[in-house]
């Protein structure tokens, strides 16, 4: 167990839908991270958030958003799914705000768009 | 922007024996880290070993060392007396400037063969 949790590991829904994938840091990390992977892409990043501000965006489609909330909890809400946006979804966290030493992620939640 | 590269989509190496695997990257950057990370078969992203650029010693952890040449950018992975436990899909990743994001490349799968 790495120390972060993220829920739910699967998730099956249909196109044009909204789901809400969640994230809980290790305990005593400030920033989040948000990466998908899939197998034409590889690992992008998304976006990260610090201590309940967005800090970086990356490849986030507009479609997709996500906060962090004041227990430092994240969600990450996407809608109007497409067939593409099937991937495994990854969440990280670190102490800090930089990345020096390296994230911890979470085990993913694979989300399949039919 | 910075790109990592690795060149070898699979691998494989007999269990006892030494595989290296290999990643290149380009960067203007002139302070920054080099990781590895494992993905085993249970989808975690789980780091393997961390280097910084200011760092001319190569950075070891157990069986796992790296080769790193700040000249030629390149950041090999070496995986000494090689576990059934090492196959896994090895990405080799970068972060630096910012220091929000890491960089990924494709990935090798390593298969430890009995």
């Known amino acids: 167990d790495s120390g972060v949790t993220q829920t739910p590991k699967h998730l099956i829904t249909a196109t044009g839908q909204r789901v809400t994938l969640r994230c809980s840091p290790r305990s005593g990390d400030l920033s989040v991270y948000w990466y998908q992977q899939s197998l034409d892409q590889g690992l992008q990043f998304l976006i990260q958030?610090?201590?309940?501000?967005?800090?970086a965006k990356g490849n986030i489609l507009e479609r997709f958003s996500a906060q962090q909330f004041p227990d430092l909890h994240s969600e990450l809400n996407l809608s109007s799914l497409e067939l593409g946006d099937s991937a495994l979804y990854f969440c990280?966290?670190?102490?800090?705000?930089?990345?020096?030493?390296?994230?911890?992620f979470g085990s993913g939640t694979r989300l399949t768009v039919v | 922007a910075q790109t990592v590269t690795q060149s070898q989509p699979e691998m494989s190496v007999q269990e006892a024996e030494t595989v290296t695997l290999s990643c290149t990257y380009d960067t203007s950057e002139n302070n920054y880290y080099l990781f590895w990370y494992k993905q085993p078969p249970s989808r975690q992203m789980i780091l393997v070993i961390r280097?910084?650029?200011?760092?001319?010693q190569n950075a070891t952890e157990n069986r796992f060392s790296v080769n790193f040449q700040k000249a030629a950018k390149s950041f090999s992975l070496k995986i000494s007396d090689s576990q059934l436990g090492d196959t896994a899909m090895y990405f080799c990743a970068f972060s630096g400037g910012s220091n929000y994001k890491l960089t990924f490349g494709k990935g090798t799968l390593l298969t430890v063969n009995p």
């Open positions: 280097q910084e650029a200011y760092k001319q």
């Open positions: 958030y610090y201590n309940g501000e967005e800090r």
């Open positions: 990280a966290s670190s102490v800090t705000g930089t990345n020096n030493y390296g994230y911890t």
